[in-house]
């Protein structure tokens, strides 16, 4: 019992230790993230590797691209197209910031090139009376949060993270939280856009492609495209005039979650959800515009988005391997309630005034509070504080499980969760190490590949461990959640997050799937664009999961055997306690 005392107490220090540097380290300046491609020959770009944010894939392969181009301009991009096209060469391409977790920006084979958006970061122009923005592809969000503020203007609704490109986020289809307007997806905002595509000889092998927005229906495949079609060259969205909105985070049980998340998100325009299912908590995000003559210019920089010193990190991901080699599971829990109390007390990094949080609502423009990161911040510091997932040191390593499931559906969904979380309450404390489940509301789209229906997308993100043989803590509850939300609630797979099971037989839940594929088809005929991994989740090849020992606990299969869980360290392939048609790497004795 002393023991156990004063193991909470040391869990409680490190925490504290943790929180305390995020806060006042907001003054220091931190590493800025790695380059994502990296050449072994730097002067001609050649024998290159690209990885992602993580530098690290589902399957931990390396990726390899012979070459690696940097186009400044449309015209150069329509050349190196044209001369790839030419010589029959893979293509994929690669942002600065290569933020999705599956293998979407690697090309096959032995001459493949990546080509990189770096340079094509501007905008192109800005219509203050019509209210859209052309900007090139490799812009930021942070940039076009910015430029668009600049003019009086704002993207309603974003994702959360600064650190994503334009291009990547039509790519792969990101999204903030709304069920409001044209929706909570950045692709509904685009009018027009240009795509660069392969092209017959006698168009010279590549073409500039001009879709808009009610005219040319190719654009909803362009709009969601998995970098499959060509490359997008500049993209027009629509805007608003900017407003400022009002935020308050309110605390409750999560008896009847099932039931208001159908009505919450028709109430708050900007409303989403953190979920603690084992501290059957729930912060609701009350936010709504507001007259911008409403006082107040808050300001949100998320606390889990600050650069953080590299020493904190590394105690912090010792404490949770330790936990998990330990089995550890009161630790976890304790480490969990605190990690949650300490976010409310920073209130997740919300302030009035860009400094000091008085009280709720924090007020101000949206473009202070819609997205964050300012981990990004650049000057080197040799690592000293870095974004708390570098993998240059020793960081945060996780699962991300993203789905959307159909408001119709989704109150069954969560009284699931419920169920199984009473059947061990203590199972689900892990989330709470990444703030829970974040929930927020996504839209029906026109685009091919964009959401089919309204519906709330769940975002769980969970530890990983550095070895792939390694189970991991109560990892049978979060795999039949995962199972459970993919499976018996049709959820939709986030393309640019998940394990490889997300997405077994996703591309059926699509109902014009067959029209991207036509699309595709006419832009890129030789499939010049498109790598195993594409093929795979367009439903054009197998081979999403493969069945080795082990690959259950990485979420490369589905366990079928016990030898595809761990059973030498006492976890069996099991059926689900609730959803009895799920297939779990199960800790048992037998
Ligand atoms: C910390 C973090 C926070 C996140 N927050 C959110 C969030 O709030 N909401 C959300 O929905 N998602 C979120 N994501 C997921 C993220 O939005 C997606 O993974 C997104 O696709 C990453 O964008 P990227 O610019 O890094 O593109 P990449 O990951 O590099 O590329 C994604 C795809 O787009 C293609 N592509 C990129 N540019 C072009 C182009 N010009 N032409 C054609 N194809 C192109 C690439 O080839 C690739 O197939 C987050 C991810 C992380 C790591
Ligand atoms: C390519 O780079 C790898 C290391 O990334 C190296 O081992 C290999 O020898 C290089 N190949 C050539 C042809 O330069
Ligand atoms: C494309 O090929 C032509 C002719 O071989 C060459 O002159 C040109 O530099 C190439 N362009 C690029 C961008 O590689
Ligand atoms: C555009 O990208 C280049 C290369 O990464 C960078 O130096 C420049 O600062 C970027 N422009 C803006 C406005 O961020
Ligand atoms: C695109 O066109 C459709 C149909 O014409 C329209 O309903 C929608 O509002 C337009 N989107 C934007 C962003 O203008
Ligand atoms: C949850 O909160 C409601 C009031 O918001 C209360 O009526 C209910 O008893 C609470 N349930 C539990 C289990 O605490």
């Keep these: ?19 305390i540097s995020l806060t006042i380290i907001s003054l220091v300046r931190c590493t800025p993230p790695e380059e994502h491609i990296k050449c072994s020959s730097s002067s001609s770009n050649t024998n290159c590797t690209v990885t992602n944010t993580y530098g690290s894939f589902p399957d931990r392969a390396v990726c390899r691209a012979s070459q690696a181009m940097y186009p400044k301009t449309e015209e150069e991009l329509v050349s190196i197209v044209a001369n790839a096209t030419f010589l029959k060469r893979k293509m994929k391409v690669a942002t600065t910031t290569s933020h999705s977790i599956p293998k979407l920006m690697c090309p096959d084979g032995e001459n493949g090139l990546v080509i990189s958006t770096k340079f094509l970061n501007r905008t192109v122009s800005l219509d203050e009376s019509a209210m859209t923005i052309t900007v090139e592809p490799g812009m930021t969000l942070r940039q076009l ?19 994503l490109t334009v291009g990547g986020i039509l790519g792969t289809g990101s999204h903030g939280s709304t069920l409001w307007g044209v929706g909570s997806a950045v692709h509904d905002y685009v009018v027009q856009l240009r795509i660069v595509t392969p092209a017959s ?13 009610g005219t040319d229906l190719e654009l909803d495949a362009a709009r969601v495209s998995l970098g499959v079609l060509g490359v997008i060259s500049q993209v027009t969205l629509q805007l608003e005039p900017m407003f400022k909105r009002s935020l308050t985070y309110v605390a409750r049980n999560d008896s009847d979650l099932g039931e208001q998340v159908t009505t919450f998100g028709r109430q708050h325009e900007f ?14 995000r009350l936010d709504d515009r507001v007259p911008t003559d409403t006082k107040g210019d808050g300001f949100y920089d998320a606390m889990g988005f600050r650069s953080t010193p590299s020493l904190v990190v590394a105690l912090l991901r010792s404490t949770e391997e330790t936990e998990e080699s330990l089995r550890d599971a009161v630790g976890r829990c ?11 007390t920073s209130r997740f990094g919300l302030t009035n005034d860009g400094s000091i949080f008085n009280k709720y609502p924090v007020v101000g423009y949206n473009n202070r509070l819609q997205s964050s990161g300012t981990c990004l911040d650049s000057p080197q510091d040799g690592l000293i504080t870095a974004c708390p997932w570098d993998p240059r040191i020793k960081g945060l390593y996780y699962f991300q499980t993203a789905v959307s499931i159909s408001l119709s559906k989704v109150k069954d969904f969560i009284q699931d969760v419920q169920k199984l979380v009473s059947l061990n309450p203590m199972a689900l ?16 789209s026109s685009a091919y590949l964009g959401k089919e229906e309204d519906g709330l997308d769940f975002d769980i993100t ?3 461990s550095k070895d792939p043989m390694a189970p991991r803590l109560y990892e049978d509850f979060i795999e039949e959640i995962e199972q459970m939300a993919f499976f018996k609630y049709d959820g939709l797979p986030h393309w640019g997050k998940n394990r490889n099971l997300a997405f077994v037989g996703a591309i059926n839940k699509y109902k014009k799937v067959n029209e991207f594929l036509k699309v595709k088809q006419l832009y890129d005929p030789l499939g010049l664009f498109s790598s195993e991994w594409s093929d795979q989740i367009l439903g054009l090849k197998d081979g999403i999961t493969t069945m080795k020992p082990g690959c259950a606990l990485e979420g490369l299969c589905i366990c079928s055997q016990d030898a595809h869980c761990a059973p030498q360290k006492g976890y069996f392939c099991r059926p689900g306690k609730v959803y009895k048609d799920a297939r779990v790497c199960t800790r048992s004795q037998s």
């Excluded at 002393?2 to 490190?14: A, L, P, R, T």
């Design 1 to 19: 019992m002393i023991e156990m005392n004063s193991q909470k107490g040391f869990h409680c220090f490190k925490l504290l230790a943790f929180w």
């Design 145 to 163: 949060i910015n430029v668009c503020a600049k003019s009086g203007l704002t993207l309603p609704y974003s994702p959360y993270w600064w650190g």
């Design 201 to 213: 000889s006698n168009e010279g092998y590549a073409k500039v492609r001009t879709l808009r927005n």
């Design 271 to 284: 409303a989403d959800f953190q979920w603690y299912p084992s501290q059957r908590k729930v912060q609701y």
């Design 334 to 344: 304790a480490n969990g309630a605190i990690t949650t109390s300490l976010l409310e």
């Design 429 to 444: 404390c892990g989330v709470d190490l990444y703030n829970g489940f974040l929930m927020r509301y996504v839209t029906s």
């Design 462 to 464: 969970y530890y990983r």
